[in-house]
T-cell receptor, first 111, second 111 residues
Framework: DTAVSQTPKYLVTQMGNDKSIKCEQNLGHDTMYWYKQDSKKFLKIMFS???????INETVPNRFSPKSPDKAHLNLHINSLELGDSAVYFCASARGNYGYTFGSGTRLTVV | RKEVEQDPGPFNVPEGATVAFNCTYSNSASQSFFWYRQDCRKEPKLLMSVYSSGNEDGRFTAQLNRASQYISLLIRDSKLSDSATYLC????????????FGKGTHLIIQP
């Protein structure tokens, strides 16, 4: 059983399109996150949700909209995709300060 | 959100050698500290937590100096399989605050 699963694994799309990435965790964690890893391999937090409530929005363009239908799911919708959005997006979940578990990543390429 | 600084390397080290990585963090109120390992095109995985008293896990030893805001990782008897990027990671607040990552140190173990 995959603890944190995200789909799709790869996503290639044209500029201007709208796309979604889905994430699900079966660990019973209360907090879920989206991180972005850019071409320079720098991992930065984008959003965190605790029990379906948005906690952190780290100066991410409003083209990015997270949605948490329940505490086991955190999806990321991106409108009007730009070349600079190309990156690997990691979903993660945690309980408290420890026990962070990352999904295997979604490699987004905007052409 | 404060910063975590580490030498990006790469560190090219012969098999069997001892190698040490360091990192510094800028937020003195940071609460918990970790080393993560990330293999090429994979998600980050927790290597070990770091405590002020120092802690060891097999060939790996981690140390935290809160006064100097400095974290270290020592790998003894390095193996080819230790080749990866090592990420210094800080949790600045409560669990929902997410993790702040350094840019990683790339380690290459040579036969």
């Amino acid at each position: 059983d995959t603890a944190v699963s995200q789909t799709p694994k790869y996503l290639v799309t044209q500029m201007g399109n709208d796309k979604s990435i889905k994430c699900e965790q079966n660990l019973g964690h209360d907090t879920m996150y989206w991180y972005k890893q850019d071409s320079k391999k720098f991992l930065k937090i984008m959003f965190s949700y605790n029990n379906k409530e948005l906690i952190i929005n780290e100066t991410v363009p409003n083209r990015f909209s997270p949605k948490s239908p329940d505490k086991a799911h955190l999806n990321l919708h991106i409108n009007s995709l730009e070349l600079g959005d190309s990156a690997v997006y990691f979903c993660a979940s945690a309980r408290g300060n420890y026990g962070y578990t990352f999904g295997s990543g979604t490699r987004l390429t905007v052409v | 959100r404060k910063e975590v600084e580490q030498d990006p390397g790469p560190f090219n080290v012969p098999e069997g050698a001892t190698v040490a990585f360091n990192c510094t963090y800028s937020n003195s109120a940071s609460q918990s500290f970790f080393w993560y390992r990330q293999d090429c095109r994979k998600e980050p995985k927790l290597l070990m937590s770091v405590y002020s008293s120092g802690n060891e896990d097999g060939r790996f030893t981690a140390q935290l100096n809160r006064a100097s805001q400095y974290i270290s990782l020592l790998i003894r008897d390095s193996k080819l399989s230790d080749s990866a990027t090592y990420l210094c990671v800080v949790n600045e607040g409560g669990g929902a605050d997410g993790l702040t990552f350094g840019k990683g140190t790339h380690l290459i173990i040579q036969p």
